[in-house]
T-cell receptor, first 116, second 112 residues
Framework: ETGVTQTPRHLVMGMTNKKSLKCEQH?????MYWYKQSAKKPLELMFVYSLEERVENNSVPSRFSPECPNSSHLFLHLHTLQPEDSALYLCASSPEPGLLGANVLTFGAGSRLTVL | DAKTTQPNSMESNEEEPVHLPCNHS???????IHWYRQLPSQGPEYVIHGLTSNVNNRMASLAIAEDRKSSTLILHRATLRDAAVYYCILRPGHNAGNMLTFGGGTRLMVKP
């Protein structure tokens, strides 16, 4: 247990479904992130939130919609996904963005998404 | 962004030291060198980081070349639980964000 909890761990959905991934951290961190890990590809940063405000969006398609209602919770809302969106979605948190040197990411175990 | 180069895979015997290399020839003076590892079916976990001096912690040691263009992660006694993908990452020290960019990493296999 890393202190970052992701649910569900596994999700299978059709292309017309709407689902959400949830991430929760109890580390007192102020920044949260979504990463995507596809097979045989490096981790891709999707979204960054700092103090509940989005500070980075790496050109992610609009079918992925993040929500950060408070500094402990992060959601990724999914709708009309494509089979190529099947991947491991990882949530992470850090004490602060921009804190020099010692700012370390703590990752959750990920949510394995399969789009049929 | 400065990039890193790592071997795709390495093998080690259990209870022997492991030296995982990383080249970062375009590193800037304010870039920190971070190492993470990802065990099977888990998210990445922080291992160690440094700027100029060698660093030690309970998990590993980080040896940084004098010119900072390369570094080596040292596992002093590999165990089967150390089998993972190891990522060497540069993080800008002056950046307002924490945009760690992960490359392909090195897959470490540990033989009993």
């Amino acid at each position: 247990e890393t202190g970052v909890t992701q649910t569900p761990r596994h999700l299978v959905m059709g292309m017309t479904n709407k689902k959400s991934l949830k991430c929760e951290q109890h580390l007192g961190h102020n920044a949260m992130y979504w990463y995507k890990q596809s097979a045989k590809k490096p981790l891709e940063l999707m979204f960054v939130y700092s103090l509940e405000e989005r500070v980075e969006n790496n050109s992610v398609p609009s079918r992925f919609s993040p929500e950060c209602p408070n500094s402990s919770h992060l959601f990724l809302h999914l709708h009309t996904l494509q089979p190529e969106d099947s991947a491991l979605y990882l949530c992470a948190s850090s004490p602060e963005p921009g804190l020099l040197g010692a700012n370390v990411l703590t990752f959750g175990a990920g949510s394995r998404l399969t789009v049929l | 962004d400065a990039k890193t180069t790592q071997p795709n895979s390495m093998e080690s015997n259990e209870e022997e030291p492991v030296h995982l290399p990383c080249n970062h020839s375009t590193i800037s003076g304010t870039d920190y060198i971070h190492w993470y590892r990802q065990l099977p079916s888990q998210g990445p976990e922080y291992v160690i980081h440094g700027l100029t001096s060698n660093v030690n912690n309970r998990m590993a040691s980080l040896a940084i070349a004098e010119d900072r263009k390369s570094s080596t992660l040292i596992l002093h006694r590999a165990t089967l639980r150390d089998a993972a993908v190891y990522y060497c990452i540069l993080r800008p020290g002056h950046n307002a964000g924490n945009m760690l960019t992960f490359g392909g990493g090195t897959r470490l296999m540990v033989k009993p």
